[in-house]
């Protein structure tokens, strides 16, 4: 094999690598950026039927990483990997669906297999099939299904998930209205990051529900929401804007910026 110029070869009286370790070569490569290596350990298990190696191999097809960018032969060694039951491969299968790459357009058949990797336990898939259940774009939405999935992937660490369950005690959808769990849910996924999350604390400060009203920590959440690139978060900002001195103004973006740990102190 050669590698940054150099030749390597395999000492003939050491044993072959097993499939794992070949796996765990190619994550190497992988993790830095080596694409090309990645790739060249990949493809022979993936054609012999490794599943894990057949994400692998996919996953730099669909993004062009050591290859040319091929959605369509991307989401084939997807499905190859997924029919197996490969959970990795189920989520981002339903990815493709969800977006149209490689495969046409499909909120059923993403369901599909966001359901059958979230069953498996994969977080994102479990967060993501929450949100499909919860959209009300085209589909008659199922929130205590939806809510169950969401309390999955948030017992997993996932803040989304957080924000949405806030959402639906919030809004009474498929749970009683509770604003107090809403607050909770929210702080902790603001705490995590989660732009939106902040954004519904920083909305819930402005008005005082829930938590006392203070328009400066309101603003403060929703400048912190802004930068993470909440559209929400546009949304609330202009009414808390409107109603602060340049003083306060200045407070609040001082305190954005000490966000989330201020919001943690006594």
Known sequence: ?????????????????????????????????????????????????????????????????????????????????????????????????????????????????????AEQGDATAQDMLSWLLANEDDRTPDYAESLKWARAAADQGIPASMTRIGLFHHNALGVARDPDVAIAWWREAAALGDADGQAMLGAAHHIGQGVPQDRVKAYAWLMRARWGGSKLAERFLSPVYATLSPAEIEAGRDLARRLPEAEAGP
């Open 1 to 117: 094999m050669k590698l940054l110029g150099l030749t390597f070869g395999r000492d003939r009286s050491m044993p072959a690598p097993s499939a794992a370790d070949r796996l765990r070569e190619a994550g190497a490569f992988f993790a830095v950026e080596e694409y090309e290596a990645a790739i060249a350990v990949w493809l022979p298990l993936a054609q012999a039927g490794t599943a894990e190696a057949q994400h692998g191999v996919a996953l730099c097809l669909m993004q062009g990483f050591g290859a040319p960018p091929d959605q369509e032969a991307g989401a084939k060694w997807l499905l190859a990997a997924a029919v197996q039951g490969y959970a990795q491969a189920q989520c981002a299968l339903a990815d493709a669906y969800l977006k149209g790459e490689g495969v046409p357009q499909s909120d059923i058949d993403a369901e599909i297999w966001y359901r059958r990797a």
